[in-house]
């Protein structure tokens, strides 16, 4: 696996990774950090969280319920982060599979974060952040030529057995 904005090395072949797919890359390992602090932030944070389900939800134990949200809350982003450090990984490998993939994991997330949009306003400055830069790595991976030429030749390669 080639490292980031270098070549790969295939069948005598040197292939080089499109820029535009070095910086998705590059996203990719932020968007999978972010994923890590989140997790962090809400557990420093705890006291306000279930300060928000006390209000929103009297009727619940507010003890159990912060605990189920921040454990939730780890599960759910530490799985984001696997696959987004993953992808960031895979995406070099100019299949075009991969930037499916890439595309509908970003689409899912953008998802999620309206949903948890609504559950909370501590995360109201990042959201819209993360958001975009995912939005950002779609266009990276789809809109500019390099890329589309990269991921079409890679696939054609592997479709031929040389890759």
Avoid at 25 to 47: D, E, N, Q, T
Avoid at 65 to 77: I, W
């Amino acid at each position: 696996m080639a490292g980031v904005g270098v070549s790969e090395h295939q069948g005598g072949i040197v292939n080089r990774i499109p820029p535009p797919v070095t910086l998705a890359r590059v996203l990719l390992l932020l968007i999978a950090l972010s994923h890590v602090a989140i997790p962090v932030v809400m557990w420093l944070r705890k006291g306000e969280i279930a300060q928000e389900i006390a209000a929103q939800h009297p009727e619940v134990s507010v003890a159990a319920a912060t605990t189920a949200a921040l454990v939730a809350a780890a599960v759910f982003h530490g799985v984001l982060f696997v696959v987004n450090g993953w992808l960031a990984w895979i995406v070099p490998s100019g299949r075009r599979w991969t930037r499916w993939v890439v595309t509908g994991v970003q689409v899912a997330a953008v998802g999620f974060g309206f949903v948890s949009w609504g559950s909370s306003g501590m995360f109201h400055l990042v959201i819209p952040v993360v958001d975009v830069v995912a939005v950002g790595v779609i266009g990276l991976l789809w809109l500019p030529k390099g890329p589309r030429g990269f991921f079409a030749r890679r696939s054609a390669d592997t479709a031929a057995g040389s890759g």
